[in-house]
């Protein structure tokens, strides 16, 4: 049983849900990453996503492309993030997923990108622009090495294809609560529509789903964990470390803003 599923199952078993934070790795400061994983754990992380920096992050709002610009600048490449993974997960079994648009994957090769993904200890991939339809090779090379694959499903998502991306996803599948890009927002939802669009993913997937994007405060993580099976945090934990000038500050930072965020499943 891959770490992934082991998670779930151990959170199901404990009538709790995911609560997931996202990183760029290398913000704000240069050899952040392996700290901060450790400080997320701590913290009480159920497991973790891992953006891979890209010149064009189109599912991505400011803050994460911000993120993302100086990440770049401190040297941050799938090579990196990989070897960062790979110490962090000599003393951890916490699942990691990565984050990451596909035209990096197809420059880096998609088998090796597996093959070191696996090497390294990854889990599980998400990548936001690549449509089900043209998976097929992907999700047949990650399968091959043991990594999950995550679909999103949009508010917009009909029947048909909620039903066709629960499938697809290997263990879970990842709800993006807007139309539009990641970002802190002090509102989730206009008029109930997020509590309807769950709603509708619930009576339709099979497998759990989390919900992404805009989630930014202990309340609206509360709101997501009665409707959904974990909340992911990125926008908003981005931008509680931004100013950080060392790696110890970043990681008291971190710890800080997880400490505000929580709750009864911590």
């Known amino acids: 049983m891959n770490r992934i599923k082991q998670k779930f199952e151990e959170l199901a078993r404990a009538d709790k ?16 990453t392996v700290p901060l994983l450790q400080a997320l754990e701590r913290s009480g992380a159920d497991l973790i996503e891992v953006g891979i920096p890209f010149s064009d992050p189109l599912a991505d709002g400011k803050t994460v492309q911000h993120a993302s610009k100086i990440a770049l600048r401190n040297g941050a490449t799938i090579s990196t993030i990989l070897g960062a993974v790979k110490q962090f997960r000599a003393s951890s079994t916490l699942p990691i997923l990565l984050m990451g648009y596909v035209n990096p994957l197809l420059r880096y090769g998609t088998k090796k990108f597996f093959t070191d993904c696996a090497t390294a200890g990854v889990d599980g991939l998400i990548v936001p622009d690549l449509p089900p339809e043209e998976s097929a090779d992907i999700v047949k ?15 917009t998502t009909p029947i048909d294809r909620i039903r066709l991306i629960d499938k697809l996803s290997t263990d879970f599948s990842y709800c993006v609560s807007v139309t539009g890009v990641t970002g802190a927002r002090s509102e989730l939802g206009i008029n109930g529509s997020l509590d309807a669009f769950l709603k509708r993913v619930r009576e339709n997937a099979k497998k759990p789903f989390v919900v992404g994007f805009g989630i930014s405060n202990a309340q609206q993580v509360e709101h ?26 970043c990681v008291m930072k971190a710890e800080r803003f997880m400490h505000a965020l929580r709750t009864r499943n911590f």
């Open 141 to 155: 090379e990650s399968e091959n090495a043991g990594i999950s694959n995550v679909f999103l499903i949009a508010p």
């Open 224 to 249: 997501v964990w009665r409707l959904a099976d974990g909340a992911v945090v990125g926008s908003a934990l981005l931008q509680a470390i931004k100013d950080a000038s060392t790696r110890e500050e």
């Open 17 to 32: 849900k995911a609560f997931i934070p996202y990183i760029t790795p290398e913000f704000p400061v240069k050899g952040a």
